[in-house]
C-alpha cells in the first residue's frame, strides 16, 4: 500500500509537471496573470507528491518491504537503519528519484523566494524547470521505475554494495546532486530568458544566487566525494581523474566560470550571449555527468546495448535538452544587444581570461574523459586516459588561473592599471618568496618546483588578502576610516576574497601531500614496528568480531613519536557474505591537518598482514580549501543586492516595534 | 479500498493545485529590473563616498546604469498598456487551463499508474508473516516455529539438524554455518557432519574453500578417509590454490572406487574435465538435468516443502488431534500440486479427528474449497 502511493504520488507529479509546463508559458505569452499564477502552488505541489514518492520509497527500504523488486535488489533486514535510508539512493532508481526531488526542491524554492522577478521571467522559469522535470518524471516511470513489485516477495534481500556501505553516502550524493540539479535552475534562467528575449543586466543578478548555491554545494559534494575515496578505498588517494569524479568536476568548471562571466554581464552588461551560453553548458554537463554515471556508460559503452530502452531515453532527454537549448541560442543570440566595451587590462578582461582558461581546461578534462568512451565505441579500442594526460593538460591550463587570481580583484572596470595591481601585489609575493625560501631550507632538497608550488599557493592567499587590505585602506588610511570602509565593502567582495585564499588552501595542500608524502607497504608480524615520518607505528594484533550483515577484521596499531604515545589506529578488513565482497577500512589519525593513514592488506599463513601506511602532511587542506571556497559562496550569497528588488511583505504596523525613545 | 481512498485525496490536492492560482484575481506580486538598476546607482553613490571608485569612473558608471534604467523604464511602460481583448480573452484562457487540469491530471494518473502500479498486491514487512502467500506461509511458519522452539532449547541438537539443510536452500548460508557448527557441539562429531560445517562455509564465501572450510573436510577425512563429498570439496581447493595437477588425482581416484550408479558420479566427471581437459567428457546433460536448470529456483523450493511437508505429516501420525495441524497439511500438498496425498491427508484427518464435530466440520469445509471428494 505504502509503495503504491509513493507510485500513484509520482505520476501526479508528472501531470502536474506537463500542466506546469504549459500554462505558465501560455501565460508569459499572454500576459495573463491568473495563468502565470498557476506556476508557484504547481511547482510547490509537485514537490509535495516527489516527496511523498521519496518518503514511501524510503519507508519501504525501513521496513523491509522486499514486494519492491528494488528493495529486494538493494536491502537486507539486518542491515543499520542509516544504510537502509541511505541505500534508497545508492543504486541507480533510487538515486533518479532523489534526483527529482531535488528538481521539485529547486523549482518550489524558485516560487518560494523568486518574488523580486519580473512576473513573466518567473513563469518562465518555471515552466522550463518544468519541462526537465517531465522528462525525468518520464524516464523514471518508462525505464527506471522504482516502485515495480515482485508476485513472490523473497524472504531476504540482496544488501548493498558494501562500498556504499558508509555515512558517506549519507552525505555525498545528496551534496552533489544539489549542485548538478541546482544549475538547472541557470539553465531554465537561460531559456526563459532566450524565449523571452530579454538578457540584461539585472538577469545576472536575478540567476546569481541560484548558481552560487548550486557551485556551493557541487564544491562541498565534489570534496566530500573526494575525501570519502580517500579514506574508504584504502589506497590514500584523493583524486584519481576517474571519469565519474571527472563528470562532476566538469560542471564544477563551468559553473565557475559562469559565476565569474555573470560579474561581468551584471556590472557591465557586457559577455550575454557568453554568460547564457555557460548557464546552457553548465547545466549540459551536469546532465551528461550524471548520465555517463547511472546509465552505465562509463564502465563499458557496451552498457547501452544492454539496456536499450534506458539507453535510448537518456540519448533522447539529452539531444531534447542540450540540441535544443543551443538551437534555441542559436537562434536568439545573434539578436542580442552588445554591452559595454571595456580595454583588455580592465576588471572584465581579467575575468575573460579566467573564462578562456577555465573553458579550455573544462574542454580538457572532457576530451580526457569521452575520448576513450568514442574509441572504444568506434573502433573497440580500450585505451585509459590517467593523471598523466590530465597533468600535461589540465594543470598547465590551471597554472595561469592561479597566477592571475589575485591580481584580477585588484584591476578597475573598464581599464585597469596592471603596473599598479603588480605594485599592490608586491607585499604578497614577498611572503610567497619567503615561503618558497623556508620551504628550501625546511624540506632540504627533494623536487625543485614543490617550494615554488607552495610560493603560488602562499601567493593565492596572501594576494586575496591584499585584495581587502587594499579597498579598506587599512594601512594608508586612519583606522576609524578602514573600519568604516571594511563595514561599507559589499559581502561579495569578502566573499571572493574567501574563496580565492581558499583556492590557495586547497593547493597547498596538494603540492604538500604530493610532493612530502610517504608511503611504505609492509607485511607485519604482531609487535613488529613501522617508522613513517617521525612516527613509529607498533603492530600489536588482530581480533575478529561479527558486525550485523558483515564480520571484520580489526587490527591494533599504536603510534610513538618519540617516547610519546600519539594514538591508537584500528584499521580493519570487513567481509559482507550476503555479496560476498569485502572492503577496506583504513584508519586515519590526524595531528594538525596532517594524517597517518593504514589500510590493511591480506593476512597472510605465516600469522603477518600486508599493511600499507602513509604519511600525509598537510592532507586536510585540499578539502579544508574546499569548505573555504564555500565560506565564500555564503558571504557572497548573503550580500544584500542579492535581495534587491525583492517586494516587502505588506506587514502591518506594529507600535510595539518602535525603537525606545 | 484505503489505497483507492488514498488515490482519489491526492488527484484532487492536485487538481486544486491548478485550480486555486486560476481562481485569483489579484496578479502575483512581482519585481522588476527597474529595482535592480535604481540599487545599482545607489551602489555606485555609496562607493564614490566611501572612496571606492573615483569621481570620475562614478560619474561614467552612473551613465551608463542611468541608460539602462531608461531603457528598463520605457519597455515597462509598452508592457503596462494591455491590449484591448486582454480582459474578455481572460476568462476564456481560465476555463480552458481549468478543464485541462480536470483532464489532464486523473488522465495520466489512470494512464501511468494502471499499467505500471500493482494496486491490489499488499506491501509486506520484512517482520510481518501474515501477508505472505500461503506457500511461503507454511515454510515461514515451520521455520519461525523451529526457530523460536530452538531459542528456548537451544540444547536441541536434532532441531538444529533439521534446520540447517532449510537455511542452505534458502541461501541463509551464515545461518547454516552456525547451525551446524551447534549440531557438531550438541550431537557429537562425525565425518558427515564435519563435511556438512564445511559445505556451508564454502557456500558462505560463494564457493570458495576457505582455511576454515577445508579445515572440516580435513577432520572429516581424519575421521573417515572414505568420505566422498570431503573429498570432492578437496579436490575443489586444491583447484583453488592453483594446483589442477593434485585435483584432478583426487578426483580420477574417487570415480576410480565409486560403486556403480552412484549418483555423484556425473558432477565429479564435470569438475574432472574442467581441470583436465584430456579426461573422458561426461556425458552431456539429460533432458531432465536441463529442466532441473531451467527451473532450479521453483524445484528448490518445492523440495524444501517437500521435506517441511514431510516432517509435519510424520509428527501429525504421532499427534493426531491437532486440527490446524491437518488442515495445513492438506493445503500443502494442494501447493504442491499433489492431490492424491491431500485426498490421503484428509483421510487421515478424519480418522484421527473423529470424536470432534467441530473439528470436522473445519476439515470439511476445506476439503470443499480445495475441490476434494468427501
Redo the contacts between chains.
Keep these: ?5 509513493g ?3 509520482l ?2 507529479a ?3 509537471a ?2 506546469q509546463a ?2 505558465p508559458l ?2 508569459a505569452h ?9 506556476a ?3 511547482a ?2 509537485q514537490l ?2 516527489v516527496a ?1 514518492s521519496f518518503a514511501a520509497l524510503t519507508a ?1 527500504y525501513v ?6 523488486a528494488n528493495v529486494f535488489e538493494n536491502s537486507h ?1 539486518q542491515k543499520p537503519l542509516l544504510y537502509k535510508i541511505t541505500g534508497v539512493w545508492g543504486n541507480h532508481e533510487g538515486s533518479m528519484l532523489l534526483w527529482v526531488l531535488i528538481l521539485a526542491l529547486f523549482g518550489s524554492l524558485v516560487a518560494a523566494f523568486g ?5 513573466t521571467l ?1 513563469a518562465n522559469v518555471l515552466a522550463v524547470q518544468s519541462w526537465i522535470a517531465a522528462a525525468f518524471y518520464l524516464f523514471i ?1 518508462l525505464t527506471s ?1 522504482p ?3 515482485l ?3 523473497p ?2 534481500g540482496r544488501d548493498l554494495n558494501p562500498i556504499l556501505q558508509d555515512i558517506g553516502l549519507a552525505v555525498h550524493p545528496p551534496l552533489l546532486y544539489l549542485g548538478y540539479v541546482g544549475l538547472s535552475i541557470s539553465f531554465s534562467f537561460a531559456i526563459a530568458a532566450l524565449i523571452e528575449g ?1 538578457i ?4 545576472a ?2 540567476v546569481r544566487p541560484w548558481t552560487l548555491a548550486a557551485w556551493m554545494f557541487l564544491t562541498l559534494g565534489i570534496a566530500m566525494g573526494s575525501y570519502w575515496a580517500y579514506y574508504e578505498l584504502g589506497w590514500g588517494g584523493y583524486w584519481f581523474w576517474d571519469p565519474v569524479e571527472n563528470a562532476s568536476l566538469m560542471p564544477w568548471i563551468a559553473g565557475t566560470a559562469l559565476l565569474h562571466s555573470a560579474v561581468v554581464m551584471e556590472k ?2 557586457a559577455l550575454k550571449v557568453w554568460t547564457v551560453l555557460l548557464a546552457i553548458l553548465s547545466f549540459s554537463l551536469s546532465l551528461i555527468g550524471t548520465f555517463l554515471v547511472r546509465s552505465g556508460v562509463l564502465t563499458s559503452v557496451h552498457t547501452f546495448a544492454s539496456d536499450p530502452t534506458r539507453g535510448v531515453f537518456i540519448l533522447m532527454i539529452l539531444v531534447l535538452f542540450i540540441g535544443g537549448a543551443l538551437a534555441l541560442y542559436a537562434f536568439r543570440a545573434p539578436a542580442l544587444k552588445q554591452g ?1 566595451l571595456f580595454a583588455p587590462i580592465s576588471r572584465e578582461g581579467a575575468l575573460v581570461f579566467n573564462n578562456l582558461f577555465l573553458t579550455a581546461a573544462c574542454a580538457s578534462v572532457f576530451i580526457g574523459t569521452l575520448y576513450p568512451l568514442a574509441l572504444e565505441g568506434v573502433t573497440g579500442d580500450k585505451i585509459s586516459v590517467g593523471a598523466p594526460f590530465f597533468n600535461l593538460t589540465f594543470g598547465p591550463l590551471f597554472l595561469p588561473l592561479l597566477m592571475a587570481a589575485p591580481f584580477g580583484p585588484l584591476l ?3 581599464r585597469g592599471d596592471l603596473l599598479g595591481a603588480a605594485q599592490r601585489l608586491m607585499a604578497a609575493a614577498g611572503i610567497a618568496v619567503v615561503g618558497i625560501a623556508v620551504t628550501f631550507a625546511v624540506s632540504g632538497g627533494g623536487p625543485v618546483l614543490a617550494p615554488f608550488g607552495v610560493g603560488l599557493a602562499v601567493f593565492v592567499i596572501a594576494g586575496a588578502a591584499t585584495d581587502i587590505v587594499e ?1 579598506t ?1 587599512v594601512l594608508r588610511a586612519p583606522l576609524a576610516v578602514a573600519f ?2 571594511a563595514r ?3 559581502r561579495s567582495a569578502y566573499g571572493s576574497a574567501v574563496a580565492h585564499a581558499g583556492l590557495g588552501v586547497t593547493l597547498l595542500g596538494i603540492v604538500c601531500v604530493s610532493t612530502w608524502g610517504t608511503e611504505r607497504i609492509v607485511s607485519l608480524k604482531p609487535g613488529a614496528k613501522v617508522e613513517i615520518g617521525s612516527y613509529a607505528l607498533t603492530f600489536e594484533g588482530m581480533v575478529t568480531r561479527q558486525g550485523g550483515n558483515y564480520r571484520e577484521l580489526i587490527a591494533r596499531f599504536t603510534v610513538r613519536e618519540g617516547d610519546t604515545l600519539r594514538g591508537v589506529m584500528n584499521p580493519s578488513k570487513r567481509t559482507f ?1 550476503a555479496r ?1 565482497t569485502s572492503t577496506t577500512e583504513a584508519a586515519l589519525l590526524t595531528r594538525g591537518v596532517s594524517q597517518i593513514y593504514v589500510s590493511l592488506g591480506d593476512p597472510n599463513d605465516d600469522g603477518s598482514i600486508a599493511v600499507r601506511v602513509y604519511h600525509k602532511p598537510l592532507v586536510l587542506l585540499i578539502w579544508l580549501g574546499a569548505v573555504v571556497m564555500v565560506l565564500g559562496g555564503l558571504l557572497s550569497l548573503s550580500d544584500r ?1 542579492l535581495r ?4 516587502k511583505p505588506a506587514k502591518p504596523a506594529r507600535p510595539a516595534m518602535q525603537p525606545a525613545e | 479500498m484505503m489505497l483507492w481512498l488514498a488515490i482519489a485525496l491526492m488527484t484532487g490536492v492536485a487538481i486544486l493545485a491548478v485550480l486555486w492560482p486560476l481562481s485569483r484575481r489579484a496578479p502575483a506580486s512581482a519585481g522588476s529590473d527597474i529595482e535592480v538598476y535604481r540599487d545599482q546607482l545607489d551602489e555606485i553613490e555609496r562607493d564614490r563616498a566611501a572612496g571606492l571608485i573615483g569621481v570620475a569612473e562614478a560619474e561614467a558608471a552612473r551613465v551608463e546604469v542611468s541608460r539602462r534604467l531608461i531603457a528598463a523604464a520605457d519597455a515597462a511602460g509598452a508592457e503596462a498598456a494591455p491590449g484591448p481583448d486582454a480582459a474578455s480573452n481572460a476568462n476564456w484562457r481560465r476555463r480552458a487551463a481549468a478543464i485541462a487540469a480536470l483532464i489532464v491530471l486523473p488522465l495520466v494518473g489512470a494512464g501511468f499508474y494502471l499499467p505500471l502500479g500493482s494496486p491490489d498486491r499488499p506491501g509486506q514487512s520484512r517482520t510481518d508473516v501474515r501477508e505472505l502467500s500461503p506457500e511461503q506461509r507454511s515454510i515461514a511458519e515451520l521455520i519461525g516455529r523451529v526457530e523460536a522452539h530452538l531459542e528456548q532449547n537451544p540444547d536441541d541438537g536434532r532441531g538444529w539438524e533439521v534446520l540447517s539443510p532449510v537455511y542452505m536452500r534458502l541461501g541463509r548460508f551464515q545461518d547454516a554455518v552456525k547451525a551446524r557448527r551447534n549440531v557438531l557441539q550438541l550431537l557429537g562429531v562425525t565425518a558427515d557432519r564435519e563435511t556438512d560445517l564445511g559445505e556451508a562455509l564454502a557456500a558462505a564465501a560463494n564457493g570458495v574453500i576457505t582455511a576454515e572450510s577445508k579445515a572440516a573436510f580435513e577432520r572429516a577425512l581424519r575421521l573417515d578417509p572414505a568420505d566422498v563429498r570431503a573429498r570432492f570439496f578437496m579436490g575443489h581447493a586444491a583447484e583453488q590454490d592453483g594446483r589442477p595437477n593434485d585435483a584432478a588425482d583426487m578426483w580420477r581416484k574417487l570415480l576410480a572406487e565409486a560403486p556403480p550408479g552412484a549418483p555423484w558420479v556425473g558432477i565429479v566427471r564435470e569438475s574432472l574435465a574442467r581441470v583436465d581437459p584430456s579426461s573422458p567428457a561426461p556425458r552431456g546433460p539429460s533432458a531432465e538435468d536441463v529442466a532441473a536448470a531451467a527451473e532450479l529456483a521453483p524445484e528448490q523450493r518445492a523440495a524444501m516443502v517437500q521435506g517441511m511437508v514431510e516432517r509435519l505429516a510424520e509428527r501429525l501420525k504421532q499427534d493426531g488431534g491437532d486440527v490446524e495441524g491437518w488442515l495445513r497439511l492438506m493445503r500443502a500438498y494442494m501447493v504442491m500440486g499433489d492431490k492424491a496425498k491431500a485426498q490421503a491427508a484428509a483421510a487421515d484427518a478424519r480418522r484421527a479427528l473423529a470424536g470432534d464435530a467441530e473439528k470436522l466440520r473445519r476439515v470439511d469445509e476445506l476439503m470443499k474449497g480445495l475441490g476434494l471428494e468427501g
Design positions: 500500500m505504502i509503495a503504491e502511493i507510485h500513484f504520488a505520476v501526479l508528472l501531470g502536474l506537463l500542466i504549459l500554462v501560455a501565460g499572454w500576459r495573463d496573470a491568473a495563468l502565470m499564477n498557476t508557484g502552488p504547481t510547490h505541489a509535495a507528491f511523498i519501504c521496513m523491509s518491504d522486499f514486494s519492491v533486514s518574488g523580486n522577478l519580473p512576473a518567473k516511470l521505475n516502485f515495480l513489485r508476485d513472490n516477495p524472504f531476504e530579454k540584461d543586466a539585472a538577469w543578478r536575478w557591465r552588461s559595454g578597475a572596470w573598464k579597498r585602506g568604516a570602509r561599507g565593502l559589499p557474505p560476498s543586492r534587491v528588488g525583492a517586494p
